[in-house]
């Protein structure tokens, strides 16, 4: 059993995720990565793995319902076809696959932190779940308490083809090692992913010019989004403040300090020579941070959900969605998850990618959420790796062609945001996803009371707590590479 990985980090990140559920670099190129062209008649890029008999064999995965937090879909199983896009696609891959190796592919939900089955099952030795989906936050854990296999000695995995998100393994390796993955199977990741929704109402109203337009011209940045909510905020009431009830060019709250930062291409994690990470502050870093700060306390044009919740995280979460909804916010940064919440919602909207921090920055980026997240990680108690490793590759291939399609062509564009362009939108900002938040050892939590205090003074806050974030980190890594 590998060394325990204490208690600190954790509890840490895991405060930081549950106290606001909406929170809930490699170059990869900004165009989009379409569908319709990654597979065609023409070419073949399929797994090539032969077609084994296993007997009826029971393929067991662990997962998270997302279909409990106002989804539409499960992400493994469904019993039947129902005329659900997503359902009926999540159907035919796994009875496609089923059949090809005589398996039968079965769902067991949990909660989302609640793996104990799963936990009791290693330590007992026992082969009761072949793979297991958690969130990444939780599946950095079982990696350091040893209930996880290497996943790229796993056979048939292949991370460079185009089903897999090839920076989740390469991203949060130690020392070479990498203990889990993400592809096109992890709905619940697309849905954790932090972007921009806009109210098109409100853009006719104002003026604002093809927000699509500077997307694709790469001058979507933080200035501009500023200057265009400048135009936007209007004390509704005539009460001489604003308040929950008067309207803003953005919404945000304190989980900004990661959406924006990690938007804003920066990262805080770097590596040497071994992939050893190591806490790599820059100063472009606590500049941007420190303008965030001071923006969203002193402009109007700006709504903090935390502050106007008077520290009830529900009711700030109800008072930005609320505002978006009526036509009195333009810009709501908000994780995917909540299209599927806005279905009912009178007023077209769309999406946007996060800002760059200036228009020197060459792509766009976004993350998954650490606790609303999903991954692909292997017990060690797993058996048969060639039967794993197909199965896995096969699910994954199979959801590049029939699920991935489905949620950001039918559920996405039709259903939510309805129009053409948020669906290319969408497949940019999935195409560039950054894992730094990974292996970040709760630096951005800690300026998360900064920012709902107006305190810029980020480095002095940081430097008193630098030496917990160092040893934090070195404790994970010990913890990775370091036998009992």
Not at 45 to 61: K, L
Request: proline share 4%.
């Amino acid at each position: 059993m590998k060394k325990q990985l204490l208690t600190f980090l954790f509890a840490a990140l895991l405060l930081a995720s549950c106290s606001d559920p909406d929170e809930t670099i490699s170059e990869i190129q900004t165009e989009a990565r379409p569908q319709t062209e990654t597979i065609t008649e023409n070419t073949d890029i399929s797994p090539q793995i032969p077609a084994v008999d296993y007997n009826g064999y029971e393929f067991t995965i662990l997962t998270t319902d997302i279909a409990e937090n106002e989804t539409a879909y499960h992400e493994v199983f469904c019993e039947e076809q129902n005329g659900e896009p997503v359902n009926d696609a999540v159907y035919l891959r796994n009875t496609t696959v089923g059949d090809k190796y005589n398996i039968v592919i079965k769902g067991i939900y949990t909660g989302l932190f609640d793996y104990s089955t799963f936990t009791k099952a290693v330590s007992a030795g026992d082969d009761v779940y072949d793979i297991i989906m958690p969130n990444q936050m939780s599946a950095v854990q079982y990696a350091c308490n040893g209930y996880l296999q290497e996943i790229t000695s796993i056979p048939h995995l292949d991370f460079s083809k185009p089903w897999w998100l090839e920076n989740s393994v390469k991203e949060t390796s130690v020392g070479g090692t990498s203990y889990f993955a993400i592809g096109d199977m992890n709905l619940a990741s697309w849905e954790s992913t932090p972007v921009i929704f806009y109210n098109k109402s409100m853009a006719a109203n104002y003026d604002v010019s093809n927000l699509y337009s500077l997307v694709y011209d790469g001058k979507w940045t933080y200035d501009t989004m500023l200057k265009i909510c400048s135009e936007v905020s209007t004390d509704l009431n005539g009460n001489g403040k604003y308040d929950e009830n008067d309207a803003y060019g953005l919404a945000l709250n304190s989980f900004s300090v990661y959406t924006m930062t990690y938007g804003g291409g920066f990262r805080l994690v770097s590596r040497d020579n071994n992939d050893i990470p190591q806490i790599d502050l820059s100063e472009g870093f606590i500049s941007f941070l420190q303008r965030h700060i001071n923006e969203c306390n002193n402009n109007t044009s700006i709504m903090n959900g935390d502050l106007l919740g008077n520290g009830d995280v529900l009711k700030g979460v109800a008072i930005r969605k609320t505002a978006f909804q009526e036509n009195r916010v333009l810009f709501y940064n908000e994780m995917l998850t909540m299209a599927s919440m806005l279905r009912d919602m009178e007023t077209d909207f769309g999406v946007l990618p996060m800002p760059k921090s200036d228009e020197a920055q060459q792509q766009y980026y976004s993350f998954f959420h650490k606790s609303n997240s999903s991954t692909i990680a292997v017990p060690v108690t797993s058996v048969e790796p060639e039967r794993l490793g197909a199965v896995i590759e096969d699910m994954q291939y199979q959801s590049h062609l029939l699920v991935r399609p489905a949620y950001l062509n039918t559920t996405v564009k039709n259903k939510t945001m309805r129009d053409e362009e948020s669906e290319q939108m969408l497949d940019m900002i999935l195409s560039n996803i950054i894992f730094d938040v990974v292996l970040e050892p709760g630096i951005l939590d800690a300026c998360r009371p900064l920012f709902n205090k107006a305190n810029d003074n980020i480095v002095s806050a940081l430097e008193k707590q630098m030496k917990t974030f160092e040893k934090n980190l070195q404790e994970y890594i010990d913890a990775l590479l370091t036998d009992e």
